[in-house]
């Protein structure tokens, strides 16, 4: 693999203790851009020494746009957006890569928590009900019971779409999907991206071969309210307005997507699948 066959870009805010524990391994076989929001830590000085090329924004312009100035930024044939919580083995990327080779589209490593388990990345279509169902409101919990989805080793599966703590693509194909949808600050960004790519005829794979642990602490776990909590309120609302058939059932939304309906849930097969609707 060429040292700069990638680019992996990583948004920083206020970061620095995270990327010291996540990104010390000084081998990065690939061009690391860190995009900085704005932080009032150490965080653009601590990537700089881990190895990154670091944009230094004057102000925080959110996850979407931030990652959109490392796209520009970048000019190697793969690209992979990954959060500063991940670990990223390099060796996973030739993996990542094989699968674009043939598929195209988005694709994802399996996550992990920091103690190995699986932890669920991919996603089914997001019905307002199953991301209640995801907060384990029963009895919503059981009746979207395989929203949340995993690969194992050998195994690849398509999804509706993968969080945005890692996602890989093709850096053209990723260009020509349109890039992150900057009409959201934070959260549901990545569910718009897969929805948007399934129906642009770029399908989003989870790949089980791929395992890197990520140290995912979300913010709105907590039902103390803060500013997360009105981030995510605020762009849940951006997205049920996009996407009125996950909140409403109307239109259906196995009618308006209709080819990610087809396949979410079932394995990736070996060849390119056909692009006719």
């Given at each position: 693999?060429?040292?700069?066959?990638w680019?992996v870009?990583t948004?920083t805010?206020?970061?620095?203790?995270?990327?010291?524990?996540?990104?010390s391994?000084?081998a990065?076989p690939?061009?690391?851009?860190?995009?900085?929001n704005c932080?009032?830590?150490?965080s653009?000085?601590?990537?700089?020494?881990l190895?990154?090329?670091?944009?230094?924004?004057?102000?925080?312009?959110g996850?979407?746009?931030a990652n959109n100035?490392g796209l520009?930024y970048?000019?190697?044939?793969?690209?992979?957006f990954?959060n500063p919580d991940l670990?990223?083995?390099?060796?996973?990327l030739?993996?990542?890569?094989?699968?674009?080779?043939?598929h195209?589209?988005?694709?994802?490593?399996?996550?992990?928590?920091?103690?190995?388990?699986?932890?669920?990345?991919?996603?089914?279509?997001?019905?307002?009900?199953?991301?209640?169902?995801?907060?384990?409101?029963?009895?919503?919990?059981r009746l979207?019971?395989?929203?949340?989805?995993?690969?194992?080793p050998?195994?690849?599966?398509?999804?509706?779409w993968?969080m945005g703590?890692?996602?890989?693509?093709?850096?053209?194909?990723f260009?020509?999907?349109?890039?992150w949808?900057?009409?959201?600050?934070?959260y549901?960004?990545?569910?718009?991206?897969g929805?948007r790519?399934?129906?642009?005829r770029?399908?989003v794979a989870l790949?089980?071969?791929?395992?890197w642990?990520?140290?995912w602490?979300?913010?709105?776990?907590?039902?103390r309210?803060?500013?997360?909590?009105?981030?995510?309120?605020?762009?849940?609302m951006?997205?049920?307005r996009?996407?009125?058939e996950?909140?409403l059932g109307?239109p259906?939304?196995?009618?308006?997507?209709?080819r990610?309906?087809?396949?979410?849930?079932?394995?990736?097969?070996p060849?390119?699948i056909?692009t006719?609707?």
């Amino acid at each position: 693999m060429s040292e700069r066959r990638w680019s992996v870009v990583t948004v920083t805010y206020n970061s620095a203790n995270t990327l010291r524990q996540c990104w010390s391994d000084s081998a990065k076989p690939y061009d690391w851009i860190v995009v900085d929001n704005c932080s009032t830590d150490a965080s653009p000085n601590v990537a700089e020494e881990l190895g990154a090329r670091v944009v230094r924004l004057p102000a925080n312009v959110g996850f979407s746009r931030a990652n959109n100035v490392g796209l520009r930024y970048s000019t190697s044939e793969y690209i992979l957006f990954a959060n500063p919580d991940l670990e990223v083995a390099h060796d996973g990327l030739d993996a990542l890569q094989a699968h674009l080779d043939v598929h195209g589209g988005l694709v994802a490593p399996q996550l992990l928590s920091p103690t190995g388990a699986l932890q669920p990345n991919g996603r089914g279509f997001p019905y307002a009900t199953a991301k209640l169902g995801n907060r384990k409101f029963w009895p919503l919990s059981r009746l979207h019971a395989s929203y949340r989805r995993t690969a194992q080793p050998g195994e690849a599966i398509w999804t509706a779409w993968v969080m945005g703590a890692a996602v890989a693509a093709r850096r053209n194909d990723f260009i020509e999907l349109g890039a992150w949808s900057e009409r959201f600050f934070l959260y549901y960004e990545d569910h718009e991206l897969g929805l948007r790519a399934w129906r642009q005829r770029h399908p989003v794979a989870l790949l089980g071969d791929v395992q890197w642990k990520h140290h995912w602490a979300r913010a709105t776990n907590s039902f103390r309210w803060s500013r997360a909590h009105t981030l995510e309120v605020r762009s849940a609302m951006t997205f049920y307005r996009m996407f009125p058939e996950f909140l409403l059932g109307l239109p259906p939304a196995g009618r308006r997507h209709r080819r990610a309906a087809a396949l979410i849930g079932s394995q990736v097969g070996p060849t390119r699948i056909p692009t006719a609707t």
